[in-house]
Every structure is written in structure tokens, then in C-alpha cells.
């Protein structure tokens, strides 16, 4: 069995997967993004009208890889914001003495 599972092991507290979600938790929110574009977008396969098959496909594709990759932009920006303009600055011990 491979060490780099993302689920339950034993004598893990809450798992992996748990973990990367309270690390990261814009990447759920861009999982779950792609999700509700793919379900939408079977639901509006049946609706589509005139458009080919294809076409709808690529425009899907284009819309889940969009909020996937929107969600990630955001929580990048969120960690560079929290890490480098929240911080308080550091005094300096050496020209103190």
C-alpha cells in the first residue's frame, strides 16, 4: 500500500484529506466548483439547441477549468496577502545592544 494516500489511515487524526482541506481550503472550494460546472453542465447538455455536441464539451471544459483555476488564484492571493502585509514587522535585536 502506498504512503502518499489522501485518506484515512489508521492512528491519523482526521486524515489527510482533512489535513490538505484545513491547509488549503481554496482548493475544496474549486473542487467543489468543478463539481457544480459538470452537474450544470449536464443539465444543460438536454438544452444545448443547435450546438454541437463538441463545441459544448470544449465550452465546459473552459468554464470547470476556469473556476478551478480562479479559486486557486484567490487563495494564493489570500496566503501573499495574510503572509506578507499581515505580518508585524520584526524588531532588530542587534542595533538595540
Known amino acids: 500500500m502506498s ?12 486524515g489527510k484529506l482533512s489535513k490538505k482541506a ?3 481550503p481554496f482548493m475544496v472550494v474549486g473542487l467543489a466548483g468543478f463539481v457544480a ?4 453542465g449536464a443539465y444543460k447538455y438536454k438544452h444545448r439547441g ?6 459544448f464539451l470544449m465550452q465546459l471544459r ?4 476556469g473556476t478551478v483555476v480562479g479559486c486557486l ?6 496566503t501573499m496577502y495574510n503572509q506578507y502585509f499581515m505580518q508585524k514587522p520584526k524588531e532588530d535585536t ?3 545592544s
Open 3 to 14: 504512503s502518499k494516500s489522501y485518506f484515512d489511515e489508521p492512528g491519523d487524526e482526521g
Open 22 to 24: 484545513k491547509d488549503s
Open 37 to 40: 460546472a459538470g452537474l450544470i
Open 50 to 55: 443547435t450546438m454541437s455536441t463538441s463545441v
Open 62 to 65: 473552459v468554464a470547470a477549468q
Open 73 to 78: 488564484t484567490l487563495g494564493l492571493a489570500y
Open 94 to 96: 542587534k542595533l538595540s
